[in-house]
């Protein structure tokens, strides 16, 4: 998997640095063409001579350097990350892990994580004291990152530097290189490697008035990792969500919008396109027929509107669907409900529904969590464990895949 493959390898300051000229060996033995990005800490620890040798190339640090004074230098720091396939990041201390985190850019290597275009994975392999590496602030880092589409290799337990003994090694270069590996397997593999994916997330909202509407309790969550999953596959994908505060997937193409209407007056310009559309979205099935401009004053004791049915997009898309174009619904209850999620595969002529029941606890809305049931077409049922969100979107996909091939 590395044959022929431009790896950007972002080297910070901690002792396990030392291990990273082999890493960079090894990486070349296996065909990749690695570009060193090490932090001014970095080369503390390991020299930038060797790691020039191994790779065969200059090591970039600083954004200003001399050697990049030519023509073809003066964008380096956007040229690296259209150049790379992917970047790893070894070790990753907790000071680079914060400020990855946070966005900073101001290095190399972090400039170059901010530039790395939108779908390339990125591997992290952080290492530091297990005091550290167990705090909250590190956790809470790493967690931002890994909801950004980051992969993680969890560090391993050993002699540390510090004295101790405990969790926080860096794995062994060989680990690194098959994990990096595995992470470009997962793309060049999947039937959604090349596909374009639309998805739609989040709730709808329908005024009443210029301060008031109609929504309901969706996070966007379940949506919008089906998207980060699909983009770490390889698609290419448009995420048309309602009004939510999640950051946009990497690799994913974001537009915003509020009501029904414009969630498929959006979503119709995709429909041709699209190889695959997952219908996400917790659309408020009712709008208010006149909504009213200004704020509706609070002067009776009761207050009647009067609603009307909103458009079906996922129906609208797939009554007007061409041959080879799958479509994949949801559908949400409260108990039961089995049958209703037949009935919605069926009227609306989907391949694929994935049913889950709104309990508060486990699945449903602003949770991280799901229970889902998926039912195809060919009446086949697959009962997914309680997972998270974001695992629940790999499993989703994969029996999309089936699809795809089939």
Same mark, same amino acid.
């Not at 640095?17 to 063409?33: D, E, F, M, N, S």
């Not at 589409?149 to 004295?163: D, F, K, R, T």
């Not at 990096?180 to 959604?192: D, G, N, P, Q, T």
């Given at each position: ?22 890493? $960079?060996? %090894? ?5 990749? #063409? ?24 200059? @090591? ?8 990049? =004074? ?13 150049? &790379?396939?992917?970047? *790893? ?32 994975? @990125? ?14 602030? $590190? #956790?809470?880092?790493?967690?931002? *990152? ?64 210029? @301060?008031?509407? %109609? ?6 969550? /379940?949506?919008?990792?089906? &998207? ?11 995420? @048309? ?21 414009? /969630? ?19 659309? +408020? ?15 009776? +004791? ?9 458009? !079906? ?9 061409? &041959? ?21 595969? #069926?009227?609306?002529?989907? =391949? ?6 709104? !309990? ?7 949770? =991280? ?34 699809? *795809?091939?089939?």
């Amino acid at each position: 998997m590395l044959t022929g493959r431009n790896i950007l390898l972002g080297i910070s300051g901690g002792i396990a640095a030392y291990k990273t000229p082999h890493l $960079v060996r %090894l990486l070349k033995k296996k065909g990749a #063409q690695v570009q060193v990005l090490a932090t001014a800490s970095a080369l503390k620890f390991v020299s930038e001579l060797s790691l020039s040798t191994v790779s065969e190339a200059s @090591v970039f640090n600083d954004i200003f350097e001399s050697n990049h =004074d030519d023509r073809s230098d003066r964008t380096l720091h956007i040229t690296l990350g259209e150049w &790379a396939d992917a970047m *790893l990041v070894a070790p990753a201390t907790a000071n680079t892990i914060a400020r990855l985190s946070a966005g900073f850019c101001d290095d190399m290597l972090s400039l170059s994580f901010i530039t790395l275009r939108p779908g390339k994975p @990125v591997l992290l392999v952080p290492a530091m004291d297990g005091n550290m590496y167990e705090s909250a602030s $590190v #956790q809470r880092n790493l967690s931002v *990152l890994a909801r950004q589409g980051c992969h993680i290799l969890e560090p391993e337990s050993g002699p540390l530097a510090s004295g101790q003994c405990g969790l926080g090694r860096m794995p062994e270069p060989e680990t690194i290189a098959d994990a990096l590996e595995k992470v470009l397997a997962v793309r060049s593999e999947s039937a959604l490697n090349g596909k374009t994916v639309l998805v739609t997330a989040g709730p709808t909202r329908e005024k009443i008035d210029d @301060v008031r509407f %109609l929504s309901n309790y969706s996070s966007g969550k /379940m949506g919008f990792a089906i &998207a980060n999953e699909a983009a770490r596959r390889g698609a290419v994908v448009r995420l @048309v969500t309602g009004p939510v505060t999640l950051p946009t997937p990497p690799g994913v193409e974001r537009f915003d919008v509020e009501s029904a209407d414009e /969630m498929l007056e959006t979503s119709r310009q995709f429909f041709d396109d699209c190889d695959l559309f997952i219908g996400a979205a917790a659309v +408020a099935d009712y709008r208010p027929l006149a909504p009213v401009s200004g704020k509706v004053k609070k002067n009776e +004791a009761e207050m009647h509107l009067r609603l009307i049915r909103n458009p !079906d997009i996922l129906a609208t898309f797939s009554a007007g669907r061409r &041959a080879g174009q799958i479509a994949v619904g949801f559908a949400l209850e409260t108990n039961g409900g089995l049958d209703y999620a037949r009935k919605k595969l #069926q009227d609306k002529k989907l =391949d694929l529904v994935a049913f889950n029941i709104y !309990d508060r606890r486990t699945s449903g809305f602003e949770i =991280d969590t799901n229970v889902l049931t998926l039912l195809n077409r060919d009446g086949q049922i697959t009962e997914l464990p309680l997972l998270s969100k974001q695992e629940a979107a790999g499993r989703l996909l994969d029996t999309v895949e089936t699809l *795809l091939f089939r």
